[in-house]
């Protein structure tokens, strides 16, 4: 072993030891925001070896040198910016987008070697490593494509540019997505005959089987989608890893990968959803026209801003259960004054945080993190639970499906199953609320209909403005 | 490196991954993703190496090129936004009196 192979091999071996460190330590509120620098740090850490390690031995080229900087410097750059100006509700389509274009870099590199195989692959021709290699680069080619054209789909959705079309509710997708697999299986086999041009046909009908898989899910299953897009996106890096020989690649990519599942799964529990129910149950809403989950609502209590500050200010203890409805309405800092005035009051005040409130898990103590809620007061739903009945007041703000008494009680929902915040067992409930639109699963919310339920219907930044302005005439807060 | 020895290293890279994360609070979850995200990035060191590798081959370095811009821009962006969204855990108890 020469110098730069023992350097490079010592510094792979750190990198995989930071990246795994970066990892366990982001599961750990104290040390999150460290160990994510740690990762970033063996990232470049891993590019310097490389670099250092063609340095030492092969030397590398001029152009080489100024397409790297091109492209790296593109790739910041527009990363860099996006990362810095998106605002914090559009979280899970930038994390959905970043995915997709990491399943994209994996697709390159598999097809930029088949087309051009590299010449150190061809110095002495062994069948074996040779298949090894077309498999690998069909593997990368296929996983990448699918997490690229998947997460897109997932941005689109998730931003609203793409709604669900009917058509893909009804049976003829399976056909056709059972086509375009059994299409990528003949382009793959066709590859490992070493008929290169295959490659094209594998391309196309990966990536159509990544628009066909995911179109068809639901807004609402729409975290689970992502978290497992991006354990496909590690997997196509490990390929890839294959294609150019590379451990760190390997490991790096497995371990994201594994992660990435078992997210997936905590997700999926916390949906009281089956991975496969979400993969190919279609969306919760076109089961439950055909169900008896749908229905007119026949007795809904709506009341003023007054009678909500009233009720408040009585209150002794209050549960407010945030949804996705809050970060649309980038509310936060609003309802952190109304809860402020509250507690002054000497008002208890916690948060209900359900495991998938908002569009993926954690985003709610994201946002309330962005309006300096002190961490003690959110509670998880198992946590918070058993303490609705000896709860005087309940604000729903954004929040539908998470709060819907059908998951328990109506075994024909769709939603049945699925453990929910027990809001209704409290003395009284406040559903703010835009109008009175289905939740993000089209179900209606038996909720509404309750008799200790009532509705403030507008915006919820509007309504908790109003509220403050209440509170300060009855004097809450105020000393 | 024989390729059944990349494959203990694919076992073993998935196993350390199953076992680094067993108990996540929820609120970790989506920093956690976007996170993991960023090192699924990794890619970069497959684009770079074919871009030593490419020599004078014109395509296959502008094919690298936009493979590692791609990666790069997840792995940059990825690792700026799990930031920003931890800053936000983190900024809390210095703001308290």
């Known amino acids: 072993m020469n110098l730069p192979v023992i350097i490079k091999f010592v510094i792979d071996l750190l990198a995989v030891l930071l990246l795994a460190l970066g990892i366990k330590g982001l599961s750990k509120v104290k040390s999150a925001r460290d160990a994510n620098r740690l990762a970033a740090f063996a990232m470049s850490l891993s590019v310097v070896g490389l670099l250092s390690y063609y340095l030492g031995t092969s030397?590398?080229?001029?152009?080489?040198?100024?397409?790297?900087?091109?492209?790296?410097?593109?790739?910041?750059?527009?990363?860099?910016?996006?990362?810095?100006?998106?605002?914090?509700?559009?979280?899970?389509?930038?994390?959905?987008?970043?995915?997709?274009?990491?399943?994209?870099?994996?697709?390159?590199?598999?097809?930029?070697?088949?087309?051009?195989?590299?010449?150190?692959?061809?110095?002495?021709?062994?069948?074996?490593?040779?298949?090894?290699?077309?498999?690998?680069?069909?593997?990368?080619?296929f996983v990448g494509a699918i997490t690229f054209t998947g997460s897109i789909v997932a941005m689109a959705k998730l931003q609203g540019w793409l709604s669900t079309p009917g058509w893909t509710q009804s049976k003829?997708?399976?056909?056709?997505?059972?086509?375009?697999?059994?299409?990528?299986?003949?382009?793959?086999?066709?590859?490992?005959?070493?008929?290169?041009?295959?490659?094209?046909?594998?391309?196309?009908?990966?990536?159509?089987?990544?628009?066909?898989?995911?179109?068809?899910?639901g807004g609402a299953d729409m975290p689970v989608v992502i978290s497992l897009l991006n354990s496909y996106s590690g997997i196509a890096a490990a390929a890839a890893g294959f294609v150019v020989d590379s451990q760190l690649l390997i490991v790096a990519g497995a371990m994201v990968g594994a992660a990435g599942l078992i997210l997936t799964q905590v997700m999926c529990k916390g949906m009281n959803r089956s991975l496969v129910s979400v993969l190919f149950g279609g969306s919760l809403s076109a089961q439950s026209t055909a169900s008896s989950g749908s229905g007119e609502y026949t007795n809904i209590t709506s009341c003023s801003v007054e009678e909500c500050a009233l009720t408040l200010e009585a209150a002794n203890k209050v549960i407010i259960v945030p949804g996705y409805g809050l970060a649309v309405a980038q509310a936060q800092h609003t309802l952190r004054e109304v809860t402020k005035k509250l507690e002054q009051n000497g008002i208890e005040v916690v948060y209900a945080i359900h495991p998938v409130a908002g569009r993926m898990p954690g985003h709610m103590n994201v946002l309330l993190a962005e309006a300096d809620v002190p961490y003690e007061q959110l509670k998880e739903m198992d946590v918070v639970n058993p303490d609705f009945p000896a709860t005087d007041v309940v604000l729903v703000l954004g929040a539908n499906d998470v709060v819907n008494p059908q998951a328990k009680n109506d075994s024909s929902s769709p939603l049945y199953g699925m453990p929910v915040l027990d809001v209704q067992e409290a003395r009284t409930v406040f559903v703010i609320k835009r109008g009175m639109s289905a939740g993000y699963s089209g179900i209606k919310n038996d909720l509404f209909d309750l008799p200790n339920t009532s509705m403030v219907f507008g915006d919820a930044k509007k309504v908790l403005n109003d509220l403050i302005g209440e509170l300060k005439d009855l004097g809450v807060g105020e000393k | 490196m024989s390729f059944v020895s990349l494959l203990w290293v694919l076992l073993l890279g998935s196993l350390l991954g199953l076992e680094l994360i067993g108990k996540v609070p929820p609120t970790l979850h989506t920093p956690l993703m976007s996170g993991a995200n960023a090192i699924s990035g990794i890619t970069m060191l497959a684009a770079l190496t074919l871009i030593v590798k490419a020599e004078a081959n014109v395509p296959l370095l502008i094919i690298g090129s936009v493979s590692l811009g791609f990666a790069l821009f997840n792995v940059v962006g990825g690792f700026f936004v799990t930031d920003r969204m931890l800053a936000m855990f983190s900024r809390k108890p210095s703001n308290k009196k």
């Open chain 1, 59 to 141: 030397g590398i080229a001029i152009q080489s040198w100024i397409w790297i900087i091109i492209g790296s410097i593109i790739g910041s750059l527009f990363g860099a910016i996006l990362a810095k100006k998106v605002p914090m509700t559009s979280m899970p389509e930038t994390v959905a987008l970043f995915n997709g274009c990491g399943g994209m870099s994996s697709l390159l590199v598999a097809l930029g070697v088949a087309i051009f195989p590299l010449s150190a692959g061809q110095e002495n021709f062994d069948f074996f490593k040779s298949l090894i290699n077309e498999v690998s680069i069909s593997v990368s080619i």
């Open chain 1, 172 to 217: 003829v997708r399976h056909f056709v997505n059972i086509v375009f697999a059994i299409a990528s299986l003949i382009a793959f086999f066709d590859l490992i005959n070493g008929n290169t041009s295959s490659i094209w046909l594998l391309v196309i009908v990966s990536s159509l089987l990544g628009i066909g898989v995911t179109l068809p899910i």
